[in-house]
């Protein structure tokens, strides 16, 4: 299984950015994949779950009116849209995959596959 996850980069307060995360070797479908993020200093968190049970999502409340999940199933692609990204959200941010079927498993255990890792900068 391998991740690569891309569309980082730097963007002003306000403004909006869409991660992509290629999953390649696997069936995505199979697996519940997620965003998590580390900004300078501080320890990693998640940010979005996407379950392979029923497609359902759950997204961190600190985001949750800004970002949303989604996945292609026929490109192997979970997305991350983040709107009004403000300065607190410069983060590395990485997708994960498991074959856990819940975000609530997922996101109590650590997922066994990990991308590289993008980064967003806001800052004006």
């Known amino acids: 299984v391998q991740l690569q996850a891309s569309g980082g980069g730097l963007v002003q307060p306000g403004g909006s950015l869409r991660l992509s995360c290629v999953v390649s070797g696997v069936t995505l479908g199979d697996y519940t994949i997620g965003w998590f993020r580390q900004a300078p200093g501080k320890e990693r968190d998640w940010v979005s779950c996407?379950?392979?049970?029923?497609?359902?999502?759950t997204t961190a409340d600190s985001v949750k009116d800004r970002f949303a999940i989604s996945r292609n199933n026929a490109l192997n692609t979970v997305y991350l849209q983040m709107n009004s990204l403000q300065p607190d959200d410069t983060a590395v941010y990485y997708c994960a995959a498991d074959r856990v079927q819940h975000c609530t498993t997922f996101l109590t255990t650590t997922p066994d596959y990990w991308g590289q890792g993008t980064l967003v900068t806001v800052s004006s």
């Open positions: 996407l379950a392979s049970s029923d497609g359902s999502t």
